[in-house]
């Protein structure tokens, strides 16, 4: 069901992407590319359907995206990625799970806290349409 997903495959990732955010959102096939060739990045794909982009650095991983198509939600496969990505951060080294979701965002808050995140912190005005950043933090050796 989730495999490896490599930068040769930044068409597929762009059209979930696509279908997963509103056009201002959206990230292009060049920006996914960039994304899972920077050092320490890995994408993990979900039934054609979803998949989450994340990178580790030192003792920290972050996760860059996670897009699952709008037909292929409420199914797990957003929490089977986040699960997976965790442990997968973990085996590379990582204590520490990061990642920012909007503060209007309950849906995804919901799937979060689930996964076990918690709130660490917030970041003002961070996305384009001026809402805050939650910033989120799951503890790597209780997960």
Not at 44 to 52: D, N
Not at 72 to 96: D, F, H, I, P, S
């Amino acid at each position: 069901m989730l495999r490896q997903v490599g930068p040769d495959e930044a068409g597929l990732l762009a059209a979930i992407h696509g279908a997963s955010f509103p056009p201002q959102d959206a990230w292009g096939a060049d920006a996914l590319r960039l994304m899972l060739e920077m050092p320490g990045a890995f994408g993990l794909l979900a039934a054609e359907a979803g998949f989450i982009l994340a990178r580790v650095a030192a003792d920290e991983a972050e996760i860059l995206t996670l897009a699952v198509h709008p037909a292929a939600r409420r199914q797990g496969l957003a929490l089977a990625l986040l699960e997976t990505t965790a442990m997968a951060a973990a085996a590379r080294g990582a204590a520490a799970l990061f990642l920012e979701v909007s503060a209007g965002n309950a849906a995804a808050q919901a799937l979060y806290a689930a996964a076990g995140f918690a709130e660490v912190g917030r970041r003002k005005r961070y996305y384009p349409d001026g809402s805050d950043a939650l910033v989120l933090r799951l503890d790597l050796a209780a997960a």
